[in-house]
């Protein structure tokens, strides 16, 4: 049996590789600019449709909206109650794809929406049916209504007394980063070039393609290359990269918090509602449960990194004393935050949580932008983007396999695997559901005959594998977007922080000043995060 595991694993290793050689002053049928959830399933999509693909970011892959999201693959509840059917069926539906491709990175959880009567429970099953209908969801894992005392035993500090039932359904965790870190190296599979800190600076167009300027901002050099048709997917970067006056986007800012899974210790995601009658979610995840999302006007620009503002840590710890028997939560007890950038569609006269999440296409004659969407439906933006990529280049660009697995997704039994990985290197299961939710069946590929550890859950080996496979440049790259331990895992930080340093520093040759530099950098950049609790 292990050594099935392991062949299978072993076969499925796609590395991104960044080699600028590659792609410097060559010619291309399409260059996406973009390396977030939507750049990552166009190239995916245009690679295996045969297309010579290139795709260019101007900072880590995932750094900007694909990392900051509430990491669920999901239909989108709420906007049913907004008249929005079309898009809730087609993200609901979108779930099943995304289990299909990756089953490691949709985690089937119960989400458990409460009621304080009878009647708001017979609401909520009405609208719940509705929506797992539009989903296709089996009749054998639909919805069910728990009563106080069920609650008692699954969610022992739930407020039972305030609201006596919740309806229970389900809902799909995932990890969003390294979703589009998977989605990448399929498409690199399929033969695309990917490129992560490479900033588009100039596109001209002419009548046989555009040629683009390009900053590669690790060697700090600059160079051209040729491509037949752009995709613009910058998310909240659209509108710099379209050009022109007229407004098409609205930015968004949601916030999500941390806290100490022993502070707030729930065994299921839950739905609640705030004092303006936003609905917002609290999921445990390990040694941690988090809490969001804000969803306000951004005034600002787009940037990677928005502020986590006093007011949106206290509007999401404030309904938390109404749904749960626990000591009040204060900003003290926040370990971990990130804010990030929706990039809406700009409807005039509607508040941010009013707005459409459905996706829109802008076509300037080889120049196609695309905004909007969901994380769940990136395959379905993909093939739209891609519908107007064809009517250019006047060819058909379907997709052969359009729901193949994504590397780390040759599992038929998630559970059994990770016990079968708890079981061969004697971790505890918390460690194995980790690694297993992280990387699929490549772990034992990944970890080899005997790993060695660098924190409690975290290998060395975890640390090559990156550099060998997911094209990290910096530090940051490593904590935040790779191993995801700077918010679920922050009491491993330091460690892993001195042993990826280390690792890092041997790989890329770095100078003890530079080694210094890149450790000081990342620690500046975890304590704003949290910068909120000083004021």
Not at 69 to 94: F, N, Q, W
Not at 227 to 249: C, H, I, M
Request: aromatic share 8%.
């Amino acid at each position: 049996m292990w050594q099935l595991l392991l062949g299978r694993a072993a076969s499925s290793v796609t590395a991104i590789v960044r080699q600028l050689a590659d792609v410097a002053e060559h010619s291309f049928d399409i260059a996406i600019i973009g390396g977030g959830i939507t750049g990552a399933g166009i190239a995916r999509h245009a690679s295996q449709a045969g297309l010579k693909t290139v795709l260019l970011e101007a900072n880590d892959f995932a750094a900007g909206t694909s990392s900051r999201s509430t990491k669920l693959i999901h239909g989108g509840l709420r906007y049913l109650a907004m008249g929005d059917i079309a898009l809730v069926r087609e993200t609901a539906l979108e779930r099943k794809s995304v289990l299909q491709m990756a089953p490691y990175l949709a985690e089937p959880r119960w989400m458990l929406v409460p009621a304080a009567t009878r009647s708001e429970l017979v609401k909520l099953r009405t609208g719940i049916g509705v929506y797992e209908r539009l989903g296709a969801v089996e009749r054998s894992d639909r919805h069910a209504s728990w009563n106080a005392e069920r609650l008692a035993r699954e969610e022992p500090i739930f407020n039972s007394d305030t609201y006596p039932w919740v309806c229970a359904y389900r809902e799909y965790l995932t990890d969003d980063a390294r979703l589009v870190l998977a989605t990448l190296r399929s498409a690199a599979g399929y033969g695309a070039h990917l490129c992560n800190y490479t900033a588009v600076t100039r596109i001209d167009q002419d009548a046989q393609g555009c040629t683009l300027s390009v900053e590669d901002r690790v060697a700090d050099e600059c160079f051209d290359l040729r491509a037949a048709v752009v995709v613009n997917a910058t998310g909240p970067w659209v509108e710099s990269v379209l050009g022109g006056t007229q407004k098409r986007l609205q930015l968004s800012k949601g916030v999500h918090i941390v806290v100490p899974h022993e502070k707030l210790p729930l065994n299921h995601m839950l739905v609640l509602n705030t004092s303006d009658g936003r609905s917002i979610f609290s999921i445990p995840r390990r040694h941690v449960t988090y809490v969001g999302t804000t969803d306000t006007h951004f005034p600002g620009g787009a940037g990677v990194w928005p502020e986590v503002a006093l007011e949106d840590v206290e509007y999401l710890l404030a309904p938390l004393a109404r749904y749960f028997r626990i000591p009040e939560l204060k900003k003290a007890d926040v370990m971990g935050a990130w804010a990030g950038l929706r990039a809406l569609v700009h409807q005039p006269g509607k508040a941010p949580k009013e707005m459409s999440r459905k996706d829109e296409v802008w076509v300037q004659r080889r120049l196609i932008s695309i905004a909007g969407g969901k994380l769940t439906s990136f395959r379905k933006m993909a093939e739209t983007a891609m519908s107007a990529v064809g009517k250019i280049l006047d060819k058909r660009l379907d997709m052969p396999e359009p729901l193949a697995r994504l590397p780390g997704g040759d599992i038929d039994d998630v559970g059994k695997f990770r016990d079968e990985i708890a079981r061969r290197y004697r971790l505890e299961g918390a460690v194995a559901e980790r690694l297993v939710r992280l990387y699929g069946s490549e772990v034992p590929n990944l970890l080899g005959e005997q790993p060695q550890p660098v924190a409690n859950s975290v290998f060395a080996e975890e640390i090559r594998w990156s550099l060998a496979n997911e094209s990290i440049v910096h530090l940051e790259d490593l904590l935040y977007r790779r191993l995801r331990v700077a918010w679920f895992d922050p009491t491993e930080v330091e460690p892993v922080l001195l042993a990826g340093a280390e690792i890092m520093g041997e790989h890329f040759h770095w100078s003890e000043a530079a080694r210094q530099q890149e450790i000081d950098a990342t620690r500046t950049r975890l304590a704003q995060d949290l910068g909120f609790v000083s004021r």
